[in-house]
């Protein structure tokens, strides 16, 4: 089972984080999308995507499965 490895109890609070985080990511593109000119929402999506990227990384689920 290439899953057996994986904390359940990390992964459930990675799960929650990350959908908070899409959520929010979301909120950004949209802003983005309205503004375009605007760096400041670039930076703000760029910050919540590198978020979900660490927290990944952090509990090991950025590996090929």
């Not at 089972?1 to 609070?13: H, T």
């Not at 978020?51 to 990944?56: H, V």
């Amino acid at each position: 089972d290439p899953y057996s490895d994986v904390d359940s109890e990390l992964l459930e609070v990675f799960l929650e984080e990350a959908n908070d985080i899409l959520e929010h990511s979301e909120d950004s593109l949209r802003s983005w999308k309205r503004s375009p000119a605007d760096p400041a929402y670039i930076a703000q999506l760029q910050r919540e995507l590198h978020t979900l990227k660490g927290g990944g990384a952090y509990g090991g689920y950025h590996r090929n499965r």
